[in-house]
């Protein structure tokens, strides 16, 4: 693959993580949480299981593109360091596994309490 193609890809990852992100605080996160109140939280998730369920969807899905993204990124840093780049693969691959890993689980066993 070109690297300025996959410089634009990388960019359009990016901008997809970070639109994802602050759209899931402001009408996911926002709608959920009640800080320093557990139980209001709690019983959000309850009344509100759908939405928390897309919560936990589109935070697996930003994981998945943090794996899209560090393809793309390798293949624009492999031009300048390889084995530098390699390592940035090999770290960036572990953040977005263990991320989504870590989302399913613990998106998983609120709705199992």
Request: overall charge neutral.
């Amino acid at each position: 693959m070109n690297t300025k193609l996959a410089a634009r890809w990388a960019g359009a990852f990016y901008f997809l993580i970070i639109a994802g992100a602050i759209l899931t605080l402001i009408f996911i996160d926002s709608a959920l949480i009640v800080a320093g109140d557990t139980e209001a939280t709690v019983n959000n998730i309850r009344a509100k299981e759908f939405l928390y369920r897309v919560g936990v969807a589109a935070d697996t899905i930003m994981f998945c593109q943090v794996v899209l993204l560090t393809v793309f990124l390798y293949i624009v840093l492999r031009t300048v360091n390889k084995d530098l780049a390699f390592l940035a693969l090999l770290l960036r691959f572990a953040e977005g596994i263990l991320g989504a890993a870590a989302t399913l689980v613990g998106g998983v066993a609120p709705l199992l309490l």
